[in-house]
Structure formats: structure tokens, C-alpha cells
């Protein structure tokens, strides 16, 4: 399964962006949608996740409040709303998908499939 991640790109502080993520040519077969980001020089670390039934959210401390994940069943696609955008934001960023247990769902190796990544770059 392909990963579709779309969205990214350059804005000023204080804007906002949807980053949409879809299976390409694939139902959207999976227990948690994840996003991850990573800047150059970092490791690639968690934003946020959903699971897919349900919809339970999960934020890092760094986006809750500003950042919104959702998914759209009828559409097949997940979502990540970011608002208030942040100098700090700045990162390549993926969308995943797998089956992890509640207590993972912000480790990137639970995850099977990954996008190709896409640029937010947020200048001051």
C-alpha cells in the first residue's frame, strides 16, 4: 500500500494548512493513521495519530491545541488541520499507517507504511 501525503508548503507564522493523506488505488485498510515529522539534522518524531474506527485521538505536546488530525471514512482520506503555524514546524512531513497497540502509537517503527514525505516550510 502506497501512502499519498499532500499539502505542504511555504507559509508565515501564524497560517495555516491541511495536509490530506489517502491509500493510493487502496481502501484505507488500517487501525491508526499516524504523522510524523522530521527536520534536517533530527529524528523523525511523532505529531500526531487517529484510529481509524473510532476516531481516538492522539497529539504531541509540541502541536496539541494548534494542530487537528481527522479522517473522512466516505472520502478514504485522513487529515492533519495545522493551524497557528511555528518557525519550529518547519519539517518534512509524513503520514503512516499501521496496527499499533494503543501504548505505541508514537513509536514511527509500529507503522508499516509510510507517504512520501511532503515540505512545510513556516517562515518567521
Known amino acids: 500500500v502506497q501512502l499519498q501525503a499532500s499539502g505542504g508548503g511555504l507559509v508565515q507564522a501564524g497560517a495555516s494548512l491541511r495536509l490530506p493523506c489517502a491509500p493510493s488505488g487502496h481502501t484505507f485498510s488500517t487501525n491508526v493513521m499516524g504523522w510524523f515529522r522530521q527536520a534536517p539534522g533530527k529524528e523523525r518524531e511523532f505529531v500526531a495519530a487517529?484510529?481509524?474506527?473510532?476516531?481516538?485521538?492522539f497529539y504531541s505536546d509540541s502541536v496539541k491545541g494548534r494542530f487537528t488530525i481527522s479522517r473522512v471514512l466516505a472520502e478514504n482520506t485522513g487529515y492533519l488541520q495545522m493551524d497557528s503555524l511555528k518557525p519550529e514546524d518547519t519539517a518534512v512531513y509524513y503520514c503512516?499507517?499501521?496496527?499499533?497497540?494503543?501504548?505505541?502509537?508514537?513509536?514511527?517503527?509500529?507503522?508499516?507504511?509510510w507517504g512520501q514525505g511532503t515540505q512545510v516550510t513556516v517562515s518567521s
Open positions: 503512516a499507517a499501521g496496527r499499533p497497540i494503543t501504548s505505541a502509537v508514537r513509536s514511527p517503527a509500529m507503522y508499516n507504511y
Open positions: 487517529i484510529k481509524w474506527s473510532g476516531s481516538t485521538t
